[in-house]
């Protein structure tokens, strides 16, 4: 139990467009998601928080409008990179929270974008 | 004072032999405290979590948990070649609602 599922696996755009990325709980309810973001050799970086229904919360520094969250269903959180560029190239990750791990989080298999 | 602090390693042990990892944290009201393994372009994955003080066991796994010196470990026993990756301890502090992890610790198994 316990799988959370991500869309695309891999992607590659223009700079300048938008990307969109799926997070998908598919057993359990997620009342909250979270999307990390890792550059190479780096830690997890947490950008943002998600609660089903309501405004996601950002971390310091991560601009609200360039990363748009949307959590519309306890089972569907999206990430949408507006007006990419190549320095948002870098793998994003989301996390599920919710029965049956109470507090656990459970993370999907990572989307990794690279931004041309 | 980092919230949550581990050797960045890389801790490189024998095949077979048993793997400790380390970690600390600075919240003392702390209740959650969760052990993953990330391999290299891979995203976490949960070994498992532990929430009370002593030894939790699974499989060859075992976290042990002092909250009196804020102190989590992870044993890896018969430790394999497969086992190496990046573990990442992480912690929900008291008033929090979110994960904070550790810069990982890097483990090497030596066939």
């Known amino acids: 139990g316990a799988v959370v599922s991500q869309h695309p696996s891999w992607v590659i755009c223009k700079s300048g467009t938008s990307v969109k990325i799926e997070c998908r709980s598919l057993d359990f309810q997620a009342t909250t998601m979270f999307w990390y973001r890792q550059f190479p050799k780096q830690s997890l970086m947490l950008m943002a928080t998600?609660?089903?229904?309501?405004?996601?919360?950002?971390e310091q520094g991560v601009e609200k409008d360039k990363f748009l969250i949307n959590h519309a269903s306890l089972t569907l959180s999206t990430l949408t990179v507006t007006s990419a560029h190549p320095e948002d190239s870098s793998f994003y990750i989301c996390?599920?929270?919710?029965?049956?791990?109470?507090?656990?989080?459970?993370f999907g298999p990572g989307t990794r974008l690279t931004v041309l | 004072q980092k919230e949550v602090e581990q050797n960045s390693g890389p801790l490189s042990v024998p095949e077979g032999a048993i793997a400790s990892l380390n970690c600390t944290y600075s919240?003392?009201?702390?209740?959650?405290f969760f052990w993953y393994r990330q391999y290299s372009g891979k995203s976490p994955e949960l070994i498992m979590f532990?929430?009370?003080?002593g030894d939790k066991e699974d499989g060859r796994f075992t976290a042990q948990l002092n909250k009196a010196s804020q102190y989590v470990s992870l044993l890896i026993r018969d430790s394999q070649p497969s086992d190496s990756a990046t573990y990442l301890c992480?912690?929900?502090?008291?008033?929090?609602?979110?994960?904070?992890f550790g810069a990982g610790t890097i483990l090497r198994v030596k066939s």
């Open positions: 532990i929430y009370s003080n």
């Open positions: 996390s599920a929270r919710g029965a049956p791990g109470g507090d656990t989080q459970y």
């Open positions: 919240d003392r009201g702390s209740q959650s």
């Open positions: 998600s609660n089903e229904g309501s405004k996601a919360t950002y």
């Open positions: 992480a912690v929900i502090m008291e008033y929090g609602n979110k994960l904070v």
